[in-house]
């Protein structure tokens, strides 16, 4: 559990996960607990926030002096290269996934940190695993580089675990959707860009075929069961490499379909590239009965209530534009 002092590092706090998480661990923790870092220099809009620092997490120096100066208990580290995105460059997914993630592990370990965060995702099953309801235990052949560096980076945290006692915690996140932070050179963006055009432009080609289904979770949700589960009993934690977790599971035909209830003129096309490979490679939906059971996970968000709070939400951010 957390001590009375907290000092939180997120790192990748720009990004889509880290954005909401910095918002969600400062509403509960105190806006001077959590230190937000990214690679990019600070601006006004992060200042103004909270407390901000520019951080490459290749550089384990510098990532180890910040935590010595800002005496950090707990790093939420976020920073990752996604599926897409680490095709295009898989050695250097590799590095940051990787290396990154080594750097946070080993300062945790020498600065005696109290609890990691690091997301995994369900990118680490291949096409070997079940399509349906793929378990917590279901076999793990990734095709991309992303997720051979989480099926990787789940041992390391396992490995920290047994060997040195570290409270990493994580979750295997399945496609995100938000409208905080746009998402970044992932396979499952689609399911955010299209609400995005759904406002703007009343039209959209999709990325994916239109029967490709994927599981799927609101961020609302995966940012309550993330700090759910960092304050979860100890012993309540069965699984140390990373949960299964997952909410939805929809094809992007029946996506389209839920918008176009509030969107009727929506035009949606498909042309699939070469992400549905990537897709193709993926289960359908996910099994988090373990997650259910250890720290009672339980998603609060369906199709249609994502589809009215992103609507909602997006339609204010352009209209205040
Ligand atoms: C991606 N959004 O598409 C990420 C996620 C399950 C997919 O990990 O790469």
Not at 108 to 119: D, G, H, T
Not at 160 to 173: N, T
Not at 184 to 196: E, L, M, R
Request: charged share 20%; with cysteine.
């Amino acid at each position: 559990m957390y001590s009375n002092k907290k000092s939180i590092l997120v790192i990748g706090a720009l990004g889509q996960i880290g954005t909401e998480l910095t918002i969600a661990l400062r509403a509960k923790y105190g806006v001077d607990a959590v230190i937000a870092s990214d690679r990019h220099p600070a601006n006004e809009k992060t200042t103004e926030a909270g407390p901000y620092a520019q951080l490459n997490v290749l550089d384990k120096a510098a990532l180890q002096t910040l935590v010595q100066e800002k005496s950090i208990t707990y790093i939420y580290h976020l920073a990752a290269v996604l599926s897409a995105t680490g095709e295009q460059n898989p050695l250097m997914a590799w590095d940051i996934n990787m290396q990154g993630l080594l750097n946070v592990l080993e300062v945790a370990r020498e600065e005696k940190l109290e609890q990691i965060f690091w997301p995994s995702s369900i990118a680490v099953f291949g096409p070997d695993a079940p399509k349906v309801d793929c378990p917590q235990d279901g076999v793990t052949n990734p095709s991309t580089v992303y997720g051979i560096s989480k099926i990787a980076g789940e041992q390391w945290c396992r490995y920290y675990f047994e060997k040195y006692g570290l409270d990493v915690r994580s979750i295997r996140y399945p496609g995100l959707i938000s409208y905080s932070a746009p998402p970044g050179g992932g396979t499952t963006d689609y399911a955010v860009a299209i609400f995005h055009e759904a406002i703007k432009t009343g039209s959209y080609e999709c990325f994916l075929a239109e029967d490709t289904r994927l599981p799927m979770l609101y961020m609302d949700d995966a940012i309550r069961g993330t700090l759910e589960l960092m304050e979860a009993p100890a012993e309540s934690i069965s699984i140390r490499t990373s949960y299964n977790l997952s909410g939805l599971s929809f094809s992007a035909a029946e996506l389209a379909a839920e918008i176009q209830k509030h969107k009727p003129e929506l035009q949606v096309t498909y042309k699939p590239d070469s992400r549905q490979a990537i897709a193709d490679s993926w289960p359908q939906s996910i099994d988090d009965a373990v997650a259910r059971k250890d720290w009672g996970w339980k998603p609060k968000f369906d199709v249609g209530l994502m589809t009215e709070d992103m609507l909602q939400n997006l339609g204010e951010l352009y209209a205040n534009a």
